[in-house]
C-alpha cells in the first residue's frame, strides 16, 4: 500500500508561479516513475510531466518549457515548479506513484498504482 499525498496549490494570478509538492509513503513503496496529471472541469485528466528513478523527465506540450520536474534523495518526494501560469492552468493537480521504472508509459493514467487527492490551482486572468 502507497499513499500520495500533494500540497501547494493555490490561487495565483496569470503570470504567476507556484511549486507542488507529493510525497509517496507506505509499507509497499518502492522508487518508481512519479507523475503529474491535472484535471479542469469538464475535461479529461491530463498527464503534465513525469520523472523516472533515473531522474528523466516527461513534459507534455503545453506546459513545456514553463513546468520543471525534480525529485528529493529519497525519490518519495517529487516537486512540480510552475512558471508563467496561465488561466489555461487552472485545474485539480494530481500525483501519481507507481508508474514502472522508467516511464515508458507515463502519460498513461492507468500505468500508475496510487494516486493522491488533489490540489486545486487557479489562474486568474
Known amino acids: 500500500q502507497v499513499h500520495v499525498a500533494e500540497s501547494g496549490g493555490g490561487s495565483v494570478p496569470a503570470g504567476g508561479s507556484l511549486r507542488l509538492s507529493c510525497t509517496a509513503s507506505?509499507?509497499?513503496?518502492?522508487?518508481?516513475?512519479m507523475g503529474w496529471f491535472r484535471q479542469a472541469p469538464g475535461k479529461s485528466r491530463e498527464a503534465v510531466a513525469a520523472?523516472?528513478?533515473?531522474?528523466?523527465?516527461e513534459f507534455s506540450s503545453s506546459v513545456k518549457g514553463r513546468f520543471s520536474i525534480t525529485q528529493a534523495n529519497t525519490k518519495q518526494t517529487v516537486f512540480l515548479q510552475m512558471t508563467n501560469l496561465t488561466p489555461e492552468d487552472t485545474a485539480v493537480y494530481f500525483c501519481?506513484?507507481?508508474?514502472?521504472?522508467?516511464?515508458?508509459?507515463?502519460?498513461?493514467?492507468?500505468?500508475?498504482?496510487?494516486w493522491g487527492q488533489g490540489t486545486q490551482v487557479t489562474v486568474s486572468a
Open positions: 501519481a506513484h507507481g508508474g514502472g521504472y522508467s516511464c515508458a508509459y507515463w502519460s498513461f493514467p492507468g500505468a500508475y498504482k496510487a
Open positions: 507506505g509499507p509497499d513503496f518502492e522508487s518508481t516513475c
Open positions: 520523472i523516472s528513478t533515473g531522474g528523466i523527465t
